[in-house]
């Protein structure tokens, strides 16, 4: 039975990696939990899989979890705030963290774990592509395994099993295009949030789910796919796939080519991450090549899909540069999602505040710098969106 931490338990990744734990009590435990602010949730969560340690990142919300599971005997340990989250990841006898929290707040979680020696079940794609520069450098040192568990970095590993060193010729991510993939570009600036979060095959959570919109999702994982298979950014393309049936494949050195199938479902991900190197018998429904029906390609348009070339040319840029796309990125669709800017808005800020920091682009950064260049590029998203703001209201006048 393997021990699991669970980082972000109340979320959509959460609440699907606790599904696999109770389907199989045999194969994995809960050692530990940390969630957001959804009380009532995580009390449910604390009551059913009985973790020796818990925190929940809101303060404030602490009084509330510690009434709502006064009656459980014995009482796990119950922390709160960043340093309780962290505290979680690096607690006790548990073999893998499994990372869901979203955006950069997972990064220190996450080393804290790598540093207590635990493997990662990654699915926080922002802890490598703001912390890539000092995560893997301490993945090595720490004899961990950093396993991907999001769909299309699963699928590549997946694929890459027995594959021989130098194999790889190229990774070929599958993008669903989003919520606006039918969309002629003119009509984008009409875009309500509403209509950006009905993603056509994945259930996910808001920001993840107005990044596929934006196609950032896709560009950040290019990014993910460089520092975890060490891929040149040249080697990695992205293609349109609306059916999300492959989720991603490789091409070989000798230019043969193998995919990952499967319904749109986390769980596979998931699971795959939490039990590598085996492989556990589920009873979930099972691929149907007929009933998939036609699985069709088609190139990503770049006008309608900037923030694709804003991750490339982050990602060439390196260093620091992958740490302000990514918070740019964060701030400006928080933005979005509270009705403070529009959809076009997004990745027009995420540029300006990337071309701001070619000033001060630091090539080999270490955690402070990355930390830094985070919180600036979230302050410099908001001036830019005030600026932005006042401009829009002279020009309406």
Known sequence: MKAITLLGSTGSIGTQTLDIVAEHPDKFRIVGLAAGRNVELFAAQIRQFRPEIAAISDPQKLFALQEAIADIHPQPILLAGEAGVIEVARYGDSQSVVTGIVGCAGLLPTIAAIEAGKDIALANKETLIAGGPVVLPLVEKHGVKLLPADSEHSAIFQCLQGVPPQGLRKILLTASGGAFRDWPVEKLAQVKVADALKHPNWSMGKKITVDSATLMNKGLEVIEAHYLFGMDYDNIEIVIHPQSIIHSLIELQDTSVLAQLGWPDMRLPLLYAMSWPERIYTDWPRLNLVKSGDLTFREPDHQKYPCMGLAYAAGNAGGSMTA???????????????????????????????????IDHTQNPCLDDILAADQWARKEVLNAADNLSIKQVISVG
């Open 324 to 358: 302000v796309l990514n918070a740019a990125n964060e701030q400006a669709v928080a933005l979005f999602l509270d009705e403070k800017i529009g959809f076009l808005d997004i990745p027009r800020l995420i540029e300006l505040v990337c071309d701001r920091h070619k």
